[in-house]
Nanobody, 117 residues
Framework: QVQLVESGGGSVQAGGSLRLSCAASGRIISSYVMGWFRQAPGKAREFVAAIGWSGTSTHYADSVKGRFTISRDNAKNTVYLQMNSLKPEDAAVYYC??????????WGQGTQVTVSS
C-alpha cells in the first residue's frame, strides 16, 4: 500500500501559477506510475497528467497541454505538477494518483485550487 499526500494548492488569479506536490510513502517499486486528476463541483473526476517511472514518459489532457508540466523526483518519492497560465476553468480539487499499468490503485486526499478571473 502506498500513501499519497498532496500539497501546494491555493488561490491565484487567472494567468498565475501554482506548483502542486505529492509525496508518496510506503512500498514503492519501479514501474510505479504517478499522475494527477481533478474534480470541479458538479463534474466528474478527470485526468490531468501522468508520468512514468523514469520521468521520460508523460501524458497530458488536451486542456492543459502547453500550460502544465508534470515531473517526478524518485529520490524523494515525489511528483510535481507545475501549473502556469491558470484559467478559471482549472479550478478544482486536484488529486494525486499512483498505480501500475493495470490502473490507478492509490489516491491522495486532494488539494484545492481556486482561480479567480
Amino acid at each position: 500500500q502506498v500513501q499519497l499526500v498532496e500539497s501546494g494548492g491555493g488561490s491565484v488569479q487567472a494567468g498565475g501559477s501554482l506548483r502542486l506536490s505529492c509525496a508518496a510513502s510506503g512500498r514503492i517499486i519501479s514501474s510505479y506510475v504517478m499522475g494527477w486528476f481533478r474534480q470541479a463541483p458538479g463534474k466528474a473526476r478527470e485526468f490531468v497528467a501522468a508520468i512514468g517511472w523514469s520521468g521520460t514518459s508523460t501524458h497530458y489532457a488536451d486542456s492543459v497541454k502547453g500550460r502544465f508540466t508534470i515531473s517526478r523526483d524518485n529520490a524523494k518519492n515525489t511528483v510535481y505538477l507545475q501549473m502556469n497560465s491558470l484559467k478559471p476553468e482549472d479550478a478544482a480539487v486536484y488529486y494525486c494518483a499512483g498505480g501500475f499499468a493495470g490502473g490507478w490503485s492509490d489516491w491522495g486526499q486532494g488539494t484545492q485550487v481556486t482561480v479567480s478571473s
